[in-house]
């Protein structure tokens, strides 16, 4: 298995509280993204790295941020949480390329009350 | 931009039966598909991916799909169901274009004994 670890892997958080979630690798690999899962709605994609310090929008970009200052951590944080942001969140990884395929942490189920 | 669209939020199969699920792509430029498996509780693991070397491809499991390009298709088939095939499956598309993947919404496989 791909050597990706999601922390924490569940969390209850109040609503206008801060969250980070974190995503870390051993893989080395240049890609990184974060994806939300819902029902109905698949996967959509929050935010991706391409490098350090290099990072772009997803799909649904809106009460998100991330940061990456080294190659292995991708944090996602949720500056103020809302109700709509209970969701799973799964990070995935990819050497790079768009011809290599993904791999995927455990995920990490966030409920905002 | 680039996007897949999966016929079919749940399909049923017999076990022994034809597993056929749909997926159809959208992209402007040449692109790269690939099919994903998730089972309960877990993260998403590749089962078969399409890189532009053969039409046909195969997968893991017994899977194995064929891109169209005319029909804009990748459609996933199995030729005999098992009961521990019972999983969502998502169809998702990048290219060399952009560094993001897109996910379906995902198809939810019913095995019935």
């Known amino acids: 298995d791909a050597g990706i670890t999601q922390s924490p892997r569940h969390k209850v958080t109040e609503t206008g509280t801060p969250v980070t979630l974190r995503c870390h690798q051993t893989e080395n690999h240049r890609y990184m993204y974060w994806y939300r899962q819902d029902p109905g709605h698949g996967l959509r994609l929050i935010h991706y790295?391409?490098?350090?310090?290099?990072?772009d929008k997803g799909e649904v970009s809106d009460g998100y941020s991330v940061s990456r200052s080294k190659t292995e951590d991708f944090l996602l944080t949720l500056e103020s949480a809302t109700s709509s942001q209970t969701s799973v969140y799964f990070c995935?990884?990819?050497?790079?390329?768009?011809?290599?395929?993904?791999?995927f942490g455990q995920g990490t189920r966030l409920t905002v009350v | 931009a680039q996007s897949v669209t999966q016929l079919g939020s749940h399909v049923s199969v017999s076990e022994g039966a034809l597993v056929l699920l749909r997926c159809n792509y959208s992209?402007?430029?040449?692109?790269?598909l690939f099919w994903y498996v998730q089972y309960p509780n877990q993260g998403l693991q590749l089962l078969l991916k399409y890189t532009s070397a053969a039409t046909l491809v195969k997968g893991i499991n017994g899977f194995e799909a064929e891109f169209k390009k005319s029909e804009t298709s990748f459609h996933l088939t199995k030729p005999s169901a098992h009961m521990s095939d019972a999983a969502e499956y998502f169809c998702?598309?990048?290219?060399?274009?952009?560094?993001?993947?897109?996910f379906g919404k995902g198809t939810r496989l019913h095995i019935l004994p």
């Open positions: 790295s391409y490098g350090v310090k290099d990072t």
């Open positions: 998702a598309v990048s290219t060399n274009r952009d560094d993001k993947i897109i």
């Open positions: 995935a990884i990819s050497e790079g390329r768009t011809n290599t395929e993904a791999f």
């Open positions: 992209s402007s430029v040449p692109p790269y």
